[in-house]
């Protein structure tokens, strides 16, 4: 019988010292680099060295309980994860995008030794806060036999979900007339988020922590150079031309989330054999994601390229992470197979997350018309049922805009006067005038500026029974 291991990550010691690590987190956010975005920012300007996390957010959000699998898309994991990329990659060399004196500075701005300092204080406090959910409860996988065919297996089960969703997801932004719009925002979040993720990685590698695999057995994600052009071909076709991190403003959640957990476990050596049970999960979802890039953009394959052998890489991955995890069993013992399988565990729930996160903001914005006629019957339903519900209005002036967020319960926006535009994607452009409303549904993340010379609106919190009556219409009309 072995020793429990330690969990990969415990919010336990952190309990009732939130107050200090917020006092903490606001002083980082205080950097230039991180205040909210302007009109013009809302696409970046190629601007690694900027990225806007709303620091005025952190003057209410507690941190005191930790992310739970309910709540991945809601605010506090948002802020959580934005902050958590902003301190990972301070150690990331992006160089000034021209000689300019002022672009000097700000490049020197942003790696600032008081910042990193700030930004190593509070790292550990927010790992915990993002990721306890993902590790508890996982003593079943922990205490399972060396059985590592059985282990290996898993990553099968991961593609197969992976490609199912992504099969679900592309045919309902095909029936939705979105698919256009739908892929622009999948690539923001799988193809912008990939160099991060490779980058953590060889980062661990550097550093050693896959030493205890040949080079042959470690995970890797580079996907090779076929790939490479397929998904930079499909990027262009739907306007996703900038560097990465232009579209900072709409990773979800989730899909830093996937970045961070790399990143945390990458700069700990002692969580090395955690780390490669995430990696692999890792390569398994890019695999199947490549997969269903290709079929659902066949139109854009590179002249030259082999049929589609997703079956052949999937069993290869699969064999190589069995050996791999042999590999650790036998020479490195039952406490770093255990670990890693917490790592692949971790992972493998926050693809879940991550499917789930990306499936409900896919659905809304190919819906949104229908998201609009929702508002109108529900604007009905209050005047009828609780014509004194709080309304909560807001008067905002010309060119107030506000960085990309999300709520934690269900919103109508009613405008009563002036006009604003409101955005889910990139790209996206929804006007609304004296009367227009629209439903946001708790967590989807959204921005918006005002038009005119003042805008005055209403959001009111929406019952959530009121909501989900009217979304199972979505899919009771969707063909079988
Ligand atoms: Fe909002």
């Not at 969990?7 to 205040?35: C, M, T």
């Not at 990331?92 to 020197?108: C, K, S, Y």
């Not at 918006?448 to 989900?468: F, K």
Request: charged share 20%.
């Amino acid at each position: 019988m072995t020793q429990a291991t330690p969990l990969l990550f415990d919010f336990a010691p952190f309990v009732g010292h939130s107050e200090r690590y917020v006092d903490l987190i606001k002083q980082f956010a205080a950097a230039q680099a991180f205040r909210s975005a302007e009109v013009s920012e809302l696409v970046l300007d190629d601007d690694y060295h900027r990225r806007p996390l709303r620091p005025e957010d952190f003057e209410f959000l507690k941190f005191a309980k930790p992310v739970r699998t309910h709540n991945v898309s809601r605010l506090p994991s948002l802020a959580a994860n934005r902050t958590l990329l902003s301190i990972y990659e301070l150690g990331v060399a992006r160089l000034p995008r021209t000689m300019d004196r002022v672009e000097w500075a700000r490049f020197g701005d942003f790696y600032r030794d008081d910042v990193q300092v700030q930004g190593a204080q509070i790292a550990p406090f927010l790992e915990a806060y993002a990721f306890e959910y993902l590790v508890q409860d996982t003593a079943q996988d922990t205490a399972q036999t060396l059985d590592a065919l059985a282990t290996a297996a898993r990553l099968s089960n991961l593609v197969e979900a992976e490609s199912a969703f992504w099969d679900q997801t592309f045919a309902r932004l095909l029936r939705n007339d979105y698919l256009e719009e739908g892929l622009r925002f999948i690539m923001v979040q799988r193809w912008a988020l990939a160099p991060s993720k490779r980058h953590a990685l060889t980062r661990a590698a550097a550093s050693g922590l896959f030493d205890m695999l040949p080079a042959a057995l470690r995970p890797a994600l580079d996907g090779g150079e076929a790939n490479a052009a397929l998904y930079e071909r499909v990027a262009a076709s739907c306007g996703v031309t900038r560097q990465q991190h232009a579209y900072w403003q709409f990773y979800l959640p989730t899909s830093l989330a996937k970045c961070n957990l790399l990143y945390a476990l990458a700069r700990r050596p002692d969580r090395a054999f955690g780390l490669v049970g995430a990696a692999f999960a890792a390569e398994a979802e890019w695999l199947a994601f490549s997969a269903a890039l290709e079929r659902a953009c066949a139109h854009l394959k590179p002249a030259g390229r082999p049929a589609n052998d997703a079956q052949s890489r999937q069993a290869a991955l699969v064999a190589r992470f069995a050996q791999a995890l042999q590999s650790i069993g036998d020479i490195h013992g039952t406490n770093a197979y255990a670990q890693t399988v917490q790592g692949l565990a971790a992972a493998e729930r926050l693809c879940e997350r991550a499917r789930w996160d990306l499936g409900e903001q896919l659905l809304w914005l190919s819906s949104i018309r229908r998201y609009v006629a929702f508002a109108h019957r529900i604007s009905t339903r209050i005047d009828a049922e609780c014509p004194d519900i709080d309304r909560e209005t807001f008067v905002e002036p010309l060119e107030m805009c506000s960085t990309t967020h999300v709520h934690n319960d269900h919103r109508l926006v009613t405008i009563q006067e002036g006009e604003m535009l409101f955005w889910g994607n990139v790209g996206m452009q929804l006007k609304m005038n004296v009367g227009d409303m629209v439903l946001i549904p708790d967590g989807r993340l959204h921005g918006s500026t005002v038009l005119s010379g003042e805008c005055t609106y209403h959001q009111p919190i929406i019952p959530d029974d009121w909501v989900q009556a009217l979304v199972a219409e979505l899919d009771a009309q969707a063909p079988a």
